[in-house]
């Protein structure tokens, strides 16, 4: 079971990125895919998630900016990231699971190794 994300980049504020994982070796089709994200000497926050159902939730901060979607049959899940800021500099992550709380870690059992967004203002 691995998770590949993918998107990342150097971008100026105010700019659109689109963030990608890609999910190999299982179907996550049952599953809820979200995203967290690490910026340094912080500590890791919940972005969004999606839920099997489609279910989608975006964490406050990011509302209105960000958005989340699925494609089951090609086990990926996306974030759209609109208006970027300089604070959403941090190391993306995309994850997998059955968590209680979908804004939070525990219940995620799979987790992609991370990619860099870095936006300057």
Do not use: H
Not at 4 to 9: E, F, K, L, N, V
Not at 63 to 91: C, H, P, W, Y
């Amino acid at each position: 079971v691995q998770l590949q994300a993918y998107g990342g980049g150097s971008v100026q504020a105010g700019v659109s990125l689109r963030l990608s994982c890609a999910a190999s070796g299982r179907r996550f089709s049952n599953y809820t895919l979200g995203w967290f994200r690490q910026a340094p000497g912080k500590e890791r926050e919940f972005v969004a998630a999606i839920s099997g159902s489609g279910a989608i939730t975006v964490s406050p901060t990011n509302q209105g900016r960000f958005t989340i979607f699925r494609d089951n049959v090609k086990s990926m899940v996306s974030l759209q990231m609109n208006s970027l800021k300089s604070e959403d500099t941090a190391v993306y992550f995309c994850a997998a699971g059955r968590p209680p709380i979908v804004a939070a870690s525990p219940g995620y059992w799979y987790w992609g190794q991370g990619t860099q967004v870095t936006v300057s203002s």
